[in-house]
């Protein structure tokens, strides 16, 4: 069974850092591309950032691009997301989610971590 | 980036209901599109990719159409376990983009 869990989230002050984790299992997560996607409370999906399956291609919206870090270590089969300066509005639930290249979907994701920036 | 443009943002419907969303996208897409489902404080769930196939375990009732710029998601006839919030997406691009919502509740 195919299984995404995040962790990570939690409180913290505007201009502060936090890191990230996705831990997969039930797929050989190297041979997939993963992607983060985040929430803010009453709103709705906004991609974030994408890594190709060997981390060496890599995108980020323009809304975090230069302030977060997607990363992953197929050893360990988790994806990470390294955020620093962080402001009131990255407050949101952050989902890791795997992308399907065969269906051309993201098909799988995480049940999300809540990351609050507030003082 | 594509923008993706969804409509209705609300709609309110009744059990039995035979119900339409519309995904209209800045530039053509061919069918890389999807749609998903999310209730509160759940992660979306996969319904339809490549525009038109049914993810594995979905209803049969949901079923989507469209390639380019128009997309649309029915529901044939609405049940009380399909009242949540629908979103469509865009994998034309590795810069994936969301529609903003359409909010489905009991009239």
């Known amino acids: 069974e195919v299984q995404l869990v995040e962790s990570g989230g939690g409180l913290v002050q505007p201009g502060g850092s936090l890191r990230l984790s996705c831990a997969a299992s039930g797929f050989t997560f190297s041979s997939y591309e993963m992607n983060w996607v985040r929430q803010a409370p009453g709103k709705g999906l906004e991609w974030v950032s994408y890594?190709?399956?060997?981390?060496?291609?890599?995108y980020y919206a323009d809304s975090v691009k230069g302030r977060f870090t997607i990363s992953r270590d197929n050893a360990k089969n988790s994806l990470y997301l390294q955020m620093n300066s962080l402001r009131a509005e990255d407050t949101a639930v952050y989902y890791c989610?795997?992308?399907?290249?065969?269906?051309?979907?993201?098909?799988?994701w995480g049940q999300g971590t809540l990351v609050t920036v507030s003082s | 980036d594509i923008q993706l443009t969804q409509s209705p943002s609300f709609l309110s419907a009744s059990v039995g209901d035979r119900v339409t969303i519309t995904c209209r996208a800045s530039?053509?897409?061919?069918?890389?599109l999807a749609w998903y489902q999310q209730k509160p404080g759940k992660a979306p769930k996969l319904l339809i990719y490549?525009?038109?196939t049914l993810q594995s375990g979905v209803p049969s009732r949901f079923s989507g159409s469209g390639s380019g710029t128009e997309f649309t998601l029915t529901i044939s006839s609405l049940q009380p376990e399909d009242f949540a919030t629908y979103y469509c997406q865009q994998l034309n691009s590795y810069l994936l983009t969301f529609g903003g919502g359409t909010k489905v509740e009991i009239k």
């Open positions: 490549a525009a038109s």
């Open positions: 989610a795997r992308y399907s290249m065969t269906t051309v979907v993201t098909d799988y």
């Open positions: 890594i190709s399956s060997s981390g060496s291609t890599i």
């Open positions: 530039q053509g897409i061919s069918s890389y």
